[in-house]
């Protein structure tokens, strides 16, 4: 069984402040112990910078291959080489996007959603505005929050370049069909670049399964450090032009890692995906054969992890719902049929009426639960909802760490309002 006592004994922060009760992971979850453990121990024994002829450097270089190595393990990616690192998805996206619009020319289409957070939207217009490409927008239905896949199946056309989606929103949860955004993609012979922050967390990730182009996410939404991550199919990585230093590498990575990296942070990465693989060490959920004979054994570990963390997170999304639909004058926005709670993460978003979002997060702050107001960058979606005058929404995000206690307390609180 999943032993969340002992799951919540690897995060120093849950016991260091007993009292709060950590509602706003979509923003940033609290550090795993493994990774404190591992930067720290970076810090003191293998501080250097990259390439150097003396033992430092040559420890620090090993550790951020074997970091490397065990992210392309995590996203299921063919070679180390295809995993990026930077300081944020959003850091990473606009570099990228520089050199994704060489590809372009005037009259090239490029496809975005309302549903995704500005980070995959914003580089996308620049590059528009740039290059004299048409922006396209895949619009949402306002009733669950979801996309309609219909409207981009008809907007994606022959003039379509690249196609960018996430995979779950970081407003209201949603699990997007970013495999048949591929698919879509790839018909017409587009790239498809997927936002993954919101959906790392929660369930595991293949890259090879959904043959996507480009796949980012951040280490700090996944128990570790400020760091993030951009996988790139190695082909695509190799020819595209990066804009970098010229004493700088000529191959991926290196040519888009540009300056001198957080190696510390890195190192803090590998910690927080050991403790995943823990977890699919000690709570094993069973793989499909057909999936578990091609994977690595740290591989297998890390799919199992995910896995495991999907089946409890599934209970908290009912539980949570539950409890919400009890509180007069909530509303909750996004799939709300207990059928369906497996197409979201538990991050789930509300308006209380009466009380503006700030309100509310500012009262439950003063009952030790902290949640996001706002619109946390998904400017699109909160306004096809109507919302951005009035505040935006209250966000509750959970992870495998809270509890069924923790959400009682949150709909005391809220009652309470």
């Not at 003396?54 to 393990?73: G, I, K, L, P, W």
């Not at 936002?195 to 890259?207: G, S």
């Not at 908290?316 to 926005?333: C, D, E, F, Q, R």
Request: charge should be negative; aromatic fraction near 8%; charged fraction near 20%.
């Amino acid at each position: 069984m999943f032993d969340v006592d002992s799951i919540r004994s690897h995060f120093p922060s849950l016991t260091t402040t007993p009292q709060a009760i950590f509602f706003d992971n979509p923003g940033g979850t609290q550090m795993v112990r493994e990774a404190m453990e591992r930067m720290q121990s970076y810090l003191l024994t293998n501080n250097a910078n990259h390439g150097g002829a003396f033992h430092t450097s040559r420890a620090s270089d090993a550790v951020v291959a074997e970091a490397r190595q065990t992210v392309a393990d995590f996203l299921h990616a063919r070679r180390a080489e295809e995993i990026v690192f930077g300081q944020n998805m959003t850091s990473l996206t606009m570099h990228i996007s520089r050199s994704i619009a060489r590809l372009l020319n005037p009259g090239d289409e490029i496809v975005v959603t309302r549903l995704d957070h500005d980070a995959n939207i914003a580089p996308w217009l620049l590059v528009a505005q740039d290059r004299g490409c048409t922006l396209r927008w895949v619009e949402i239905h306002p009733e669950d929050c979801t996309l309609d896949m219909e409207q981009m199946a008809q907007v994606i056309t022959e003039r379509t370049k690249l196609v960018a989606v996430g995979y779950a929103s970081n407003a209201v949860g949603t699990i997007n069909d970013v495999k048949r955004a591929v698919e879509l993609a790839h018909s017409v012979g587009a790239l498809c670049y997927i936002d993954a922050v919101q959906y790392a967390p929660h369930r595991p990730i293949d890259v090879q399964e959904l043959d996507c182009d480009f796949l980012a996410c951040s280490a700090y939404k996944f128990f570790g450090p400020h760091l993030g991550i951009l996988y790139g199919k190695y082909e695509l990585l190799d020819r595209l032009t990066a804009y970098k230093v010229r004493p700088a590498g000529n191959e991926p990575p290196d040519k888009f890692e540009t300056g001198t990296q957080s190696f510390e942070s890195i190192a803090a990465t590998l910690g927080a995906l050991e403790y995943l693989a823990w977890i699919g060490s000690t709570y094993a959920e069973p793989l499909p054969t057909a999936v578990s004979t091609t994977l690595s054994p740290r591989a297998r570990a890390l799919r199992q992890g995910m896995t495991a963390i999907a089946t409890y997170e599934l209970e908290l999304n009912h539980a949570l719902l539950k409890g919400l639909s009890t509180i007069p004058g909530l509303h909750v926005y996004g799939i709300t049929d207990p059928e369906r709670m497996s197409q979201r993460v538990p991050t789930f978003s509300c308006t209380l009426q009466g009380h503006t979002p700030q309100e509310v997060a500012t009262a439950l702050d003063k009952a030790n639960i902290y949640v996001w107001d706002g619109d946390f960058y998904a400017l699109s979606v909160v306004e096809r909802l109507g919302l951005a005058a009035s505040g935006g929404l209250i966000r509750i995000g959970l992870v495998h760490y809270n509890t069924r206690a923790e959400i009682e307390h949150l709909l005391h609180a809220l009652s309470a309002i």
